[in-house]
């Protein structure tokens, strides 16, 4: 199955939460965040509904199958909310 691609918001709070759960990222935003409905909140008090609504649209198949890109090089043209690159 094709999925639409990623926005930039949404790509961003899936990188925040790889970075910041480590290598089992995808099982635990799948069964610890997805199936419970939560919204993530980082370190810092962020929160991410953007992950929410991935699970709306795209759906636990969708995660299993994705791989998450390598994060661009930094030219300061793209940086997220949190000053991070996209």
């Known amino acids: 199955m094709k999925y639409r691609e990623l926005k930039w918001d949404?790509?961003?709070?899936?990188?925040?939460?790889?970075?910041?759960?480590?290598?089992?990222?995808?099982?635990?935003?799948?069964?610890?965040?997805?199936?419970?409905?939560?919204?993530?909140?980082?370190?810092?008090?962020?929160?991410y509904p953007e992950l929410h609504r991935l699970r709306n649209e795209l759906g636990p198949k969708w995660l299993a199958a994705y791989k998450l890109p390598e994060a661009p090089k930094v030219d300061g043209s793209k940086l997220s909310r949190r000053g991070n690159p996209i």
């Open 10 to 47: 949404e790509l961003e709070a899936l990188r925040v939460f790889a970075a910041e759960k480590g290598r089992s990222w995808k099982e635990e935003l799948a069964f610890k965040y997805w199936m419970n409905a939560r919204i993530f909140v980082d370190r810092e008090g962020f929160e």
